[in-house]
T-cell receptor
Framework: DADVTQTPRNRITKTGKRIMLECSQTKGHDRMYWYRQDPGLGLRLIYYSFDVKDINKGEISDGYSVSRQAQAKFSLSLESAIPNQTALYFC????????????FGPGTRLTVL | RKEVEQDPGPFNVPEGATVAFNCTYSNSASQSFFWYRQDCRKEPKLLMSVYSSGNEDGRFTAQLNRASQYISLLIRDSKLSDSATYLCVVPPQGNTGFQKLVFGTGTRLLVSP
């Protein structure tokens, strides 16, 4: 079984709809992240969480919100989706050490029409 | 200067060739670095970690030049399966373990028969 899972894997929705992307991990990591990836722009950090009570905005948090329901679960919400939120979204986890690397989920391809 | 900069490529090389990519970083306090590989529409996956002067794993060699603030990735005897985008990753503020990672936009490699 994958260490980091994301649901749904693909989603097509309409402008104005509320969307939730979910992420679960079995690695026991405290740190969880949400990124979006657009062609030519690389990975951009939306939100990150260092534990259940700690939520931080990333570089592009406008239009998004998150919830850390448990150590293993971190969900991303688009309250009112817009077309420029069409992107590939990745969840990731990381251990506490500076030498720890980051593990990514398989991604969610979101299309907003 | 951007935190992490990479040549986007693409680097087009024939099978069997040796190819090298560089990645420059701005934070001189960074101590651990990573190279990730990302296939089209897939999640990034760790290729190599670089903690000191360098690291070698089979056909892949990563080197760190602290004086000039860049890391390099050398691929020997290129295979068709090496075609992917290679992401350089740097902790933005040293090695505390509490910082989020900064991803370069990636260098695309295309290996042809």
């Amino acid at each position: 079984d994958a260490d980091v899972t994301q649901t749904p894997r693909n989603r097509i929705t309409k402008t104005g709809k509320r969307i939730m992307l979910e992420c679960s991990q079995t690695k026991g990591h405290d740190r969880m992240y949400w990124y979006r990836q657009d062609p030519g722009l690389g990975l951009r950090l939306i939100y990150y969480s260092f534990d259940v009570k700690d939520i931080n905005k990333g570089e592009i948090s406008d239009g998004y919100s998150v919830s850390r329901q448990a150590q293993a679960k971190f969900s991303l919400s688009l309250e009112s989706a817009i077309p420029n939120q069409t992107a590939l979204y990745f969840c990731a986890t990381r251990g506490r050490l500076g030498t720890d690397t980051q593990y990514f989920g398989p991604g969610t391809r979101l299309t907003v029409l | 200067r951007k935190e992490v900069e990479q040549d986007p490529g693409p680097f087009n090389v024939p099978e069997g060739a040796t190819v090298a990519f560089n990645c420059t970083y701005s934070n001189s306090a960074s101590q651990s670095f990573f190279w990730y590989r990302q296939d089209c529409r897939k999640e990034p996956k760790l290729l190599m970690s670089v903690y000191s002067s360098g690291n070698e794993d089979g056909r892949f060699t990563a080197q760190l030049n602290r004086a000039s603030q860049y890391i390099s990735l050398l691929i020997r005897d290129s295979k068709l399966s090496d075609s992917a985008t290679y992401l350089c990753v740097v902790p933005p503020q040293g090695n505390t373990g509490f910082q989020k990672l900064v991803f370069g936009t990636g260098t695309r490699l295309l290996v042809s028969p």
